[in-house]
């Protein structure tokens, strides 16, 4: 891509013109910057414009003209008029590629809104249809072991599935993430043939369907090895869905993690399992944080390995090993198949219990791990700066003194707090 | 010329014979436990992993040994019979996967764009969040709104559609006259079509962040160049924003099929299943693998369970395929090259 600069010079030649300094012209002229971006009052007003000629356009053919009905029609003819009136009218004061570069951002901008507003709209759907549920506080008190079907909604509650899902999700998680981050080391710090294959499998069994891991512990532990339908058995399929997901999301961590820093670290002499534990996973620690907290979220939100493995029942139960455990989304799942509008408000609230929990924990995996390794909030650069300040002080009295302590190696002693 | 070279003199040492350095290090006892630890780790995962794989292709194995190519063409699902096959189930489950990405890419597309290129720089931060979070929100969210909104408000538009364009085959519904006003509603519901739509919004976040990644990536120069050349904006898009992350919109593209594939409770939610090959998308009745799972373990025999993970079996062939495909694609991809300035 760099052209030589030989070529250049030699085109001009050794004698060109002598170089001028161009005169300021007299007197004060005056600096006004032009206007290179912003937004005019035209483009507001065709596009003020436009909108109002669509929507009553529309509105005519609607009610007036044409065999139309239905609220959809009506959105989408209104939005394909607005865009053309809208063409039409930039067309009059602009060139045809500011033309094109309007409406594509006028379709790009109307897609983004749809796809953000739908998904907003499920949250809001849901939340608003669990909120007559859970505004009865019994709700969050009691179980279901002597409500009927036809029972109102301040009779019973969803604590056995709530309990069921914190029992299931943390032995899920127990068992998954020492295993994966300890994979994940491995992945990053014994590169080889092996490693390769081991991630290859990883990253195949990332596209298990997850109802194939619910299916595999019901074959294994429940048909063949007696196992009850239990708490434990759900986990068990949690755990076999998250293990892969997290072991990937923790080896993309490590691949952001600065090699300079592993470097200086070597450099000092440390060997690899101090550099590892000293340097690799703090300075990956909001990544691995992320990486668990999603990894809950995706066990928290599964329903189908737990429907297989889990069993469904209305009694609170504390002990995975023994007896079936219901978990929210199972709750949610087995309760608006009823005919009962009571049973579908609690299925409805279950479901909004749910979100809300999955909406909590990926807010503070946000708050801990937004950011990438390294990349400070200037919180944490004025924590650091303030700590490096207290060292280099500490060095400098150790050095004024001279004697005792001291001596030991500074990497040392930061290694050991 | 020969004669010329000279053999260098090895100096005289006292027959002290020159070995070459180790340059290995020697990992203390330390490291050599450490390093261990990791690779049993590595091997556990990669044992499990390989458990759970081995153990659903052999209970299969004896599924299919009985049933052999009756397998793949048999529509029916009833293994105590002696007569099943995924023929109608994954034709099902291809049917759904490909109605959501063929809604949920143009969304995701002019999403990822909005973000990465339109959207207020103090807004991006939040919307991707907001995008993440969206990947994160429980299918059974999803199959509630599904089954209890989506599919009642959605039955006009399958009307109409079924109206307009029944004359191609996928559109066509059976049992229903054109624009006939008094015509039952309930051939509409439960069909493919909405099953796709709610797997649609399932992933249509999780292709927007692949694809916003990789549009985020597309050098500075490049765009500035294209700029100091006076393109306008969408003018800088199309030459190069859009060519840098055409491996990211493919990759994402790939990785929401494999999502969509593998989809259950929300497909179990709306569809009514039905056992033949159902290509009137509109109509009333589909089936996924996923869902036949999770319908029919329960009352499964034995034979009937190994049958089943037959059934699984060729669902995760498939989505193996379609991910590795994927992530070849995004690899093979521009994206994180930076250009010259």
Redesign the interface.
């Known amino acids: ?2 052209e030589s600069p030989t070529a250049t010079t030699e085109a001009i030649g050794p004698a060109g013109p002598p170089t001028t300094v161009p005169v300021r012209p007299a007197g004060p002229t005056p600096q006004l910057p032009r206007r290179i971006g912003g937004i005019r009052r035209t483009d507001i007003l065709a596009l003020l414009g436009a909108l109002a000629g669509g929507l009553t356009t529309t509105g005519v053919l609607w009610t007036q003209l044409g065999p139309f009905t ?1 609220l ?2 009506y959105v989408v003819v209104s939005w394909v008029l607005f865009v053309v009136y809208y063409a039409l009218l930039t067309g009059f004061d602009e060139a045809g ?2 033309v ?2 309007r ?3 006028l ?3 109307s ?2 809104v ?3 507003s ?2 907003a709209f ?2 809001g ?2 939340v608003w ?1 669990g909120f007559g549920a859970m505004i009865h506080l019994n709700f969050f008190t009691q179980d279901l072991r002597s409500t009927g079907p036809l029972d109102p909604l301040t009779k019973g509650g969803v604590l056995h599935a709530m309990v069921g899902t914190l029992v299931e999700v943390g032995i899920a998680l127990a068992v998954a993430v020492p ?2 981050f ?2 994940a ?3 990053h ?2 590169p080889g043939r ?2 390769r ?2 991630r290859t ?13 619910g ?2 512990i ?3 532990l429940i ?1 063949i090895f007696g196992l009850d339908l239990s708490g434990l058995a759900a986990a068990c399929a949690l755990a ?1 869905t998250i ?2 997901i997290i ?1 990937r999301a923790t080896d993309v961590v490590f691949r952001l993690v600065p090699g300079s820093l592993k470097e200086a670290s070597y450099a000092l002499g440390a ?3 101090r550099t ?1 534990l000293h340097v690799l996973l703090p300075t990956a620690r909001s990544g691995l944080a992320t990486a668990v907290i ?1 990894g809950a ?2 066990a ?5 390995p737990v ?2 493995t889990a069993g469904a029942t209305g009694y609170l139960n504390f002990d995975p090993t023994q007896g079936p455990m219901m978990s929210l ?1 199972l709750l ?2 087995t309760q ?1 198949q009823s005919p009962q509008p009571a049973e ?1 408000a609690r ?2 609230g279950a ?1 909004a219990a ?2 809300l929990l ?2 909590l924990l ?1 807010t503070i995996a ?1 708050a801990i791990g ?1 950011r990438t390794a390294g990349d400070l909030s200037r919180r944490q650069q004025r924590r650091r700066a303030a700590q490096s300040m207290r060292d280099a002080n500490r060095y400098q009295r150790s050095h004024a003194t001279d004697a005792g302590p001291a001596n030991v190696p500074s990497h040392q002693k930061e290694a050991d707090r | 010329m020969s004669d010329l070279v000279t053999a260098p003199e090895l100096p005289a040492t006292g027959g002290v014979p020159q070995r070459k350095r180790d340059l290995v290090a020697n ?2 006892a ?2 050599r ?3 261990s ?10 044992v ?3 458990l ?2 081995t ?2 292709g052999y ?1 299969a194995l004896q599924a299919l040994r009985k049933d052999g190519v009756h397998f793949v063409t048999t529509q029916d699902w009833n293994p105590d019979g002696g007569k099943f096959g995924i023929a109608a189930v994954i034709v099902g489950t291809i049917l759904i996967a490909l109605v959501a990405v063929a809604v949920a890419v ?3 597309l ?2 990822a ?3 990465s ?3 207020p720089r103090g807004l991006r ?1 939040l ?1 991707i ?2 995008i ?3 990947a ?10 599904g ?3 989506l599919q009642w408000r959605v039955i ?2 399958s009307r ?1 559609i079924s109206d307009w364009f029944g004359w191609i085959p996928i559109f066509k519904v059976n049992g229903v006259t054109r624009h006939d006003p008094l015509a039952t509603s309930t051939v509409y519901t439960s069909s493919t079509f909405i099953a796709g739509l709610v797997v649609a ?1 399932m992933v ?2 999780i292709a ?1 962040s692949i694809m916003r990644e990789g549009f985020s990536q597309a050098p500075i120069g490049e765009r500035e160049g294209a700029y100091a050349l006076g ?5 800088m ?1 199309r030459s190069v924003v859009l060519p840098f992350g055409r491996g990211a919109v493919i990759g994402g593209t790939m990785l929401g099929l ?1 999502r969509a ?2 989809e ?2 929300a497909v179990v ?1 709306i569809i009514s299943p039905r056992f033949v090959i159902q290509p009137r998308i509109l109509e009333n009745g589909t089936s996924s ?2 869902s036949l ?2 319908l029919r ?1 329960g009352e499964a025999s ?1 034979f009937g ?1 190994s049958a ?2 037959a059934a ?2 060729a ?2 062939a498939l ?2 395929v ?3 495909a994927a ?1 070849s694609v995004v690899a093979r991809s521009r994206s994180g090259a930076v250009s ?1 300035v």
């Open positions: 891509m760099v239905g959809l029609g590629p500011i094109r570069s409406i594509a951002s379709v790009v901008h897609i983004g749809v796809l953000l739908a998904v499920v949250i759907y849901t249809h295993l994966a300890l994979a080391v491995f992945l710090e014994i092996f490693s294959f081991v499998v990883v990253e195949a069994m990332t596209a298990l369907p997850d109802i194939l891991a299916l595999f019901y074959a294994t048909l076999v293990l892969p072991i060997s690899q399992w590892v999603l979220a995706r928290i939100g599964e329903t189908s429907l297989l989304p949610a799942y608006v579908v299925g409805f479901a749910l979100l999955v909406i990926f946000r937004g | 990992p203390g330390a490291d436990v450490f390093r630890t990791a690779r049993g780790g590595g091997l556990l995962v990669l499990i992993m390989a759970v794989g153990f659903l209970r143009p969304l995701s002019a999403a764009l909005y973000i290129e339109y959207a931060r919307l969040s907001i993440d979070l969206m994160a929100i429980p299918s059974v969210v999803f199959g509630l709104w089954a209890f909104f006009s538009l109409w919004l249509a976040p927007c393109a306008t904006r969408w003018g898009i494999g594939l593998g259950t409770i939610m693998v996923s799972i999770a373990y034995p369970i089943l993970m699984g079996l669902l995760f989505t193996l379609v991910n590795f992530a010259e």
